[in-house]
Structures are given as C-alpha cells and as structure tokens.
C-alpha cells in the first residue's frame, strides 16, 4: 500500500507552506530534529516562522560532527520530544529524515520532511535504514505527512551532497538489472512498472548531469524529483527491492565496517556510486560469456555449503556473524532441487540475462557520470583501502537475502 506525502512543494517559498501547512492541518504542536548543519541552513528560518506564529515548538539539534541513526541518537530525540503528543520535522539530509521518521513512527506521531541536501532517495519512503547492535537494517516506518523542499538551500548544499545524490540514483541502474535477475532466477516479486518508472527517473539525472554538477537550481530540481520518484517506486512496491541491489550491499558492508572501526562515516551515496561502477563491472562479465562457457561454467561450479558460507560470513563479520546467518537464510540452505532448478534456468535463460545486463552502461561509462558530477569513482577516492573493495565484492551479498548479480556470478563459480 502506498501513502505518499499529502503535499510536495520544491521551490523558493518552504518555510512558508510548512506554516501554512501546519496552521491549515491544525498541528499546534511541533518538535524539530536538525543538527548544527541544517540548523544554520535551514533550521533556524523554520523555527523563526513557527515560532513567529505561535506555534508551540521544540527542537533538538544535534552537535556532533557524525550524526548516526542509533540507539544512542534516537534515544536522546524521544527524551528531547517530550511525553506529549507532536507532529515531528525533519530538518536535514537523510539520517537525520531516518531518525525522525523512525521516532515519530514509534511515538504514533506523523513528520513532516524538510530535506536540506538532495543526496539520497528515502525522503518520501517508508522504511529507515538504522544501525542495530552495528547492523545496518531497514525499519519499515512512515512516509512523511508531506515534504517542503526550498530549492535555494538544496543548491547551496555541499557539493559532495549533490554528488552523492546522484550516485544513489545511478545505483538504479544496477538495482533494477538486478531486480530482474533475481525475478528471472530466483522468482522475487517484481513490477515492470515500477522499474520503468525508476530508470526514467535515473535517464533525468544522466540527462542532466551536467546541470546537476554545477548546482543549478534547474538541475537540482530535476535531481531531487527524480529521488523522490525512486522513494515513489519504493512506496508503491513496499520495499526498497527496485532501488537498492547489490551495489547497496556493498555500500552497507563498507558502512558497517567503518562504523567498527571507529572510522569516518562516507555519505551513502558517494559509497553507493563507487559501488555501481563495480557492479557494472560484473554486468560487463556477464555480457561477454556465450552460451556455451555457461554451460562449462556450470558445469564446473559447485554451490558452497552452508558451513563453508558460515564460516566466511563469521571471517567478515565477526560477532555479526549470528544476525547475518539469520538474515541470508534462503541462500544457506537451499535445497537440490532449488540449486538444480537455478543452473538450468540460468542456461535456459541465458538470452533474457543477457538482454538485461545488456541494460547496464559499461562500468566505465558510470565512472565517467560519477566524474562529471564531481563525485569519487573509485575505493581510493572514496578514502578506502583498494582490499576494501575486495571485501565488499566478497562479503557485501551476504548482507541480504536478494538475488542479484553477484549471486550470478557466484553460481557460475565465478
Ligand atoms: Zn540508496
């Protein structure tokens, strides 16, 4: 079921229709969530309104450097909120969105969305990517009641924001070659509608990337509907399957693996663009094997056990381990005939995989994208290790329970 945001506006006038909004809504009470970042840029003019026209207001705002959607963070929102009931605001980018949207879900309070950086598509979602006991997990929550965006303060964002936003959005282009796989191989729920929706949504930002990297208003805008859009898809499927697939994967393992270390957080999208063009790459793999080495292929490969599946998930991810195991259930023990029926549709079907991948722009080609709008391309860009990227390749799958490429891959023993 989907419950998209009553009202959406994108323009220069955001602090006034959240006002209007809530006056007209009757919402007297308010509670803002911001930190120092979004408060300069766009928090304080919104509690001057409201609290202007006499609305009762609080707010938290956040001082550390690394805001975290964990236990710690939402804890201090629900003492911060109070025990009354409020109508939650988002004031930020996307975790301090996810922190919002998860509290005031928990609280039976609605939200409303402020976004200040067009970096990522979950604005309008329902689910909340939270960090529990150092997994990185999708709460499924609330969409926000409606969303104000003021275009002046989106184009203002940092730079590697704008980037990074547009690197979520050319991870649909492996997300939904890989929703097709894991519908064509592994017979997951799909919609051809929703897909097509989203990589029209993702052609808008190739189309302008140029635009978009300089931080016109123009491109900005086109930037931020095409990731409500994907948010859209995400609502009407009722999960984040049509925009995040393997290259997400990958994105949580470095995410999870920072966070362990004590290490920087990298913004999501930037991890998430890096990791496209790497999944691109398995895709360029694929489109050059025949028929006939996939036959060999599989005839040579054999399916790992489940102890030997285990016992590489407790090397990744150490005292993890349990949490993960539970979660890559379907692909630990699949029986024979799954694994049978796997091999001969993957040859059956070797045209339509190919006709998919054939979808997916060269790995090169998403690099050169990613340049354009100035965002990194590769690991090293990124800040991380070049065994960084190995460790994604081989261990990111494991995080969820979705077929996609690199389980492909992994079938042909590649
Ligand atoms: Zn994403």
């Known amino acids: 079921m989907s419950y998209r945001p009553q009202v959406v506006t994108i323009d220069d006038r955001a602090v006034e229709h959240l006002t209007e909004f809530c006056r007209a809504q009757g919402l007297q009470k308010l509670f803002m969530v911001a930190d120092t970042h979004t408060f300069a840029a766009q928090g304080r ?12 207001f609080k707010s938290i705002v956040f001082t550390d450097e690394e805001v975290i959607a964990d236990a710690a963070h939402l804890f201090d929102v629900l003492v911060a909120a ?14 301090l969105t996810d922190i919002t949207r998860f509290a005031s879900h928990r ?13 990522v598509d979950g604005f309008a979602s329902i689910g909340a990517p939270l960090i529990v006991h150092g997994v990185k997990i999708t709460v499924i929550c609330q969409a926000p009641l409606a969303l104000f965006a003021d275009l002046r303060t989106l184009a203002q964002a940092p730079q590697k924001m704008i980037a990074a936003g547009f690197a979520d959005m050319l991870g649909k282009l492996t997300s939904i070659a890989d929703w097709r796989i894991g519908h064509l191989l592994w017979n997951e729920p799909y ?86 063009v790497l999944v691109a790459g398995l895709y360029d793999r694929i ?42 259930k379907a692909f630990l023990d699949p029986t024979a005939a799954q694994v049978e029926t796997l091999r001969r549709t993957i040859l059956e079907r070797w045209e339509e995989i190919q006709a998919i991948a054939a979808q ?5 080609e998403v690099a050169e994208l990613l340049v354009r709008v100035g965002g990194p391309a590769t690991v090293a860009e ?5 065994s960084e ?12 329970d979705r077929f996609t490429v690199r389980k492909l891959v992994r079938a042909l023993g590649l």
């Open 191 to 276: 919609d051809e509608s929703i897909a097509l929706r989203t990589l029209a949504a993702v052609q808008i930002c190739v189309d302008n990337a140029d635009a978009i990297g300089q931080g016109s208003p123009a491109g900005i805008r086109r930037l931020l509907d095409a990731l409500l859009e994907s948010g859209y898809c995400m609502l009407d499927f009722g999960s984040s399957r049509p925009a995040s697939g393997a290259e997400h994967h990958y994105s949580h393992y470095w995410e999870m693996k920072l966070l362990r270390e004590g290490r920087p957080a990298i913004l999501h999208g930037a991890k998430v663009g890096v990791a496209t």
């Open 382 to 386: 990124l800040g991380l290790e070049e």
């Open 287 to 328: 489109r050059q094997l025949s028929r006939q080495q996939v036959s060999d292929l599989l005839e040579a490969a054999t399916w790992p056990s489940r102890a030997e599946e285990e016992a590489l998930i407790r090397e990744a991810y150490g005292e993890l381990a349990g949490d993960i195991v539970a979660e890559h």
């Open 45 to 56: 003019a919104v509690q001057e309104a409201l609290v202007a026209a006499g609305f009762d």
């Open 389 to 400: 990227r190995d460790l994604a390749v081989a261990n990111g799958h494991y995080l969820r």
């Open 82 to 95: 109070g025990g009354e009931a409020r109508t939650y605001l988002a004031v930020g980018s996307g975790t």
């Open 360 to 364: 997916v722009p060269a790995a090169q």
């Open 107 to 119: 609280t039976h309070s609605q939200f409303i969305a402020v976004p200040t950086a067009p970096s």
